[in-house]
């Protein structure tokens, strides 16, 4: 429980004032989120909050005298719970199917990437930045792809796509929320798996035998 605001009436010099707050997280469901010292008139957050379930609270806090005569207008109190980075970003899937044709050209789209986070996405903590880790096989090099940070789609990168040498690549891909910063962002990984469909590059062989 803490201290968050005290409301304060000009009469209290010359009577007795009794505090109360009305609304949604007062006496309303989920009661008791919000309670006033009814005296004092210090507000306090009793309960933990969480942004993903209630990003906004609007109360109305009263002054009466102790006959329960109202001694001012009732005040609108609006509650703005601020997001903490405590979502990690999440794949729709664990593993994602691709495929791009073999002789591509560099810069050739393969597929998409996409994670969400519960975090508000107009700050650092939901915006979500996407990077290779790893591609099985490193032939003809380690990075024959790329995927575009901010928009999770995977492009290639270089040539050399040739069916009838690597058939399937297999790509980790890592996203983390606050912008990509690795020391304070949290991430999450998915596969993506990629293959390479042949097209008609090889010509038909002729054979011959003699025959006695």
């Keep these: 429980m803490f201290l968050f605001i005290q409301i304060r009436s000009d009469q209290d010099q010359d009577i007795s004032i009794r505090y109360s707050i009305t609304g949604v997280g007062a006496d309303q469901p989920p009661n008791e989120v919000f309670n006033i010292d009814p005296v004092l008139g210090k507000m306090f957050v009793t309960k933990p909050l969480d942004r993903e379930h209630r990003s906004s609270y609007h109360l109305r806090a009263h002054a009466v005298d102790m006959n329960g005569n109202q001694v001012e207008n009732p005040i609108d109190l609006y509650i703005f719970v601020i997001d903490m980075n405590d979502n990690r970003p999440e794949f729709k899937n664990q593993v994602y199917n691709g495929s791009v044709d073999e ?3 560099p810069g050739t789209y393969v597929m998409h990437l996409s994670a969400f986070d519960a975090d508000d996405n107009t700050t650092a903590n939901g915006m979500v930045r996407y990077r290779i ?8 090099i ?3 792809f790329t995927i575009n940070s901010e928009t999770g789609d995977i492009v290639t990168v270089a040539p050399g796509l040739d069916r009838e040498k690597v058939s399937q690549y297999t790509i980790i891909v890592q996203a983390t929320d606050m912008e990509g910063n690795l020391n304070f ?3 999450n990984t998915a596969t993506a798996i990629i293959t390479v469909t042949d097209i ?3 010509p038909p062989m002729l054979t011959s035998r003699t025959v006695s």
């Design 103 to 105: 002789g591509s050209k």
């Design 133 to 140: 880790l790893s591609q099985t096989p490193h032939s003809p």
């Design 185 to 187: 962002g949290l991430s």
């Design 200 to 202: 008609n590059d090889n």
């Design 142 to 144: 380690p990075n024959m």
